[in-house]
């Protein structure tokens, strides 16, 4: 079958000669090394990522997407998977644990610093409940990745691969949530990290040896690449089950959601709702909205959101209010939430 099978890829597909394989895996290994260029870049990139998630800046948020060097070595763990070569495996492995320590810890500390002045933002909340759609974005990006790295005339596709990839910005909201004692982001944070890292392995995994990258077929190295990819299958296993939880429970929410967002801004002209937490008991339900408003919240509005959320739940639900004053004339944040 995996005769036939290199027989039909080198037909249909153009495969990577020699020399450009040669080339290519040059490439991979030097930029799967960790080195102190590898480290300075993850301790900027996170440090953008972090200020830019505690600004609420998509933008700056993006360029730190950019900046990080994770991707690479997600990159070669997939091509020394598809190869068999243990060595260069462990490299790859070496750097993403330490890249991933050394990212979290910058993320604390941004957080421990900003705790007393800022809040939770919308863009940490975001990315404190990944779904499906989530594990979707994570293969495609791999497969991307690793398609345009192969073909150098492809390689401007690379940023924008980088933007849909989001490696480090996860790792600084689970380090900025653990600081903010917010364990429930910081969760589903590290959830969308592990998701992202999987996923790339196995997407860049496939797509190289659909190109043609193949390894010596050694019984060793066959044992445990399998042993590998076995491991990798079954964590992506376990991961779609939190992440169809997550997308089944945004689904039923979202009427909830627009209800509550909808009696927010009618009672506060401006305001709106940036956050929606639930913390589910046997006999009652506890609501977290987190609110952007000018005005000071009216001392009812709590009440006649525990009314609707009671209504929805059918059990006594209690709301907490987070409020966040914005300043008059300033257009308020997008509502990324109310709507899920």
Same mark, same amino acid.
């Given at each position: 079958?995996?005769?036939?099978?290199?027989?039909?890829?080198?037909?249909?597909?153009?495969?990577?000669?020699?020399? &450009?394989?040669? &080339?290519?895996?040059?490439?991979?290994?030097?930029? !799967?090394?960790?080195?102190?260029?590898?480290?300075?870049?993850?301790?900027?990139?996170?440090?953008?990522?972090?200020?830019?998630?505690? &600004?609420?800046?998509?933008? %700056?948020?993006?360029?730190?997407?950019?900046?990080?060097?994770?991707?690479?070595?997600?990159?070669?763990?997939?091509?020394?998977? %598809?190869?068999?070569?243990?060595?260069?495996? *462990?490299?790859?492995?070496?750097?993403?644990?330490?890249?991933?320590?050394?990212?979290?810890?910058?993320?604390?500390?941004?957080?421990?610093?900003?705790?007393?002045?800022?809040?939770?933002?919308?863009?940490? /909340? /975001?990315?404190?409940?990944?779904?499906?759609?989530? @594990?979707?974005?994570?293969?495609?990006?791999?497969?991307?990745?690793?398609?345009?790295?192969?073909?150098?005339?492809?390689?401007?596709?690379?940023?924008?691969?980088?933007?849909?990839?989001?490696?480090?910005?996860?790792?600084?909201?689970?380090?900025?949530?653990?600081?903010? &004692? *917010?364990?429930?982001?910081?969760?589903?944070?590290?959830?969308?990290?592990?998701?992202?890292? %999987?996923?790339?392995?196995?997407?860049?995994?496939?797509? @190289?040896?659909?190109?043609?990258?193949?390894?010596?077929?050694?019984?060793?190295?066959?044992?445990?690449? *399998?042993?590998?990819?076995?491991?990798?299958?079954?964590?992506?296993?376990?991961?779609?089950?939190?992440?169809? *939880?997550?997308?089944?429970?945004?689904? +039923?929410?979202?009427?909830?959601?627009?209800?509550?967002?909808?009696?927010?801004? /009618?009672?506060?002209?401006?305001?709106?709702?940036?956050? +929606?937490?639930? !913390?589910?008991?046997?006999? !009652?339900?506890?609501?977290?909205?987190?609110?952007?408003?000018?005005?000071?919240?009216?001392?009812?509005?709590?009440?006649?959101?525990?009314?609707?959320?009671?209504?929805? @739940?059918?059990?006594?639900?209690?709301?907490?209010?987070?409020?966040?004053?914005?300043?008059?004339?300033?257009?308020?944040?997008?509502?990324?939430?109310?709507?899920?």
């Amino acid at each position: 079958l995996r005769n036939r099978l290199d027989r039909w890829l080198r037909y249909r597909v153009p495969q990577l000669d020699r020399d &450009q394989r040669v &080339q290519f895996f040059e490439r991979l290994q030097i930029g !799967s090394r960790l080195s102190l260029d590898f480290l300075v870049l993850i301790a900027l990139s996170t440090a953008i990522a972090a200020f830019g998630l505690l &600004q609420n800046s998509t933008a %700056v948020v993006i360029g730190a997407m950019l900046v990080a060097p994770l991707m690479t070595p997600l990159l070669g763990a997939g091509m020394a998977l %598809v190869q068999g070569n243990l060595p260069m495996i *462990r490299s790859c492995f070496y750097s993403i644990v330490i890249g991933f320590l050394l990212a979290i810890t910058i993320g604390t500390l941004t957080g421990i610093a900003a705790y007393p002045i800022i809040g939770m933002t919308s863009e940490l /909340t /975001t990315r404190g409940g990944p779904t499906l759609l989530d @594990f979707g974005v994570a293969l495609m990006s791999g497969i991307a990745a690793s398609y345009c790295l192969a073909r150098p005339g492809l390689s401007s596709a690379l940023a924008g691969v980088a933007i849909a990839a989001a490696l480090v910005p996860p790792i600084a909201t689970t380090g900025i949530a653990l600081s903010f &004692q *917010r364990s429930d982001i910081a969760a589903g944070a590290a959830l969308l990290f592990g998701t992202n890292v %999987v996923t790339i392995i196995l997407g860049a995994a496939l797509t @190289f040896f659909v190109i043609g990258i193949r390894g010596a077929r050694k019984e060793k190295a066959s044992r445990w690449v *399998r042993g590998v990819t076995f491991a990798l299958l079954l964590a992506v296993i376990a991961m779609t089950i939190p992440l169809s *939880r997550a997308m089944f429970s945004k689904v +039923i929410r979202r009427p909830l959601s627009r209800a509550l967002a909808q009696a927010v801004e /009618t009672e506060h002209s401006g305001a709106q709702v940036t956050e +929606i937490s639930i !913390s589910k008991n046997p006999d !009652s339900n506890e609501l977290t909205i987190g609110v952007e408003t000018p005005e000071a919240l009216s001392s009812g509005l709590a009440n006649t959101l525990s009314a609707i959320a009671t209504e929805h @739940f059918d059990q006594p639900t209690t709301v907490r209010l987070k409020e966040q004053r914005i300043r008059l004339g300033k257009p308020p944040t997008p509502n990324k939430n109310a709507n899920e």
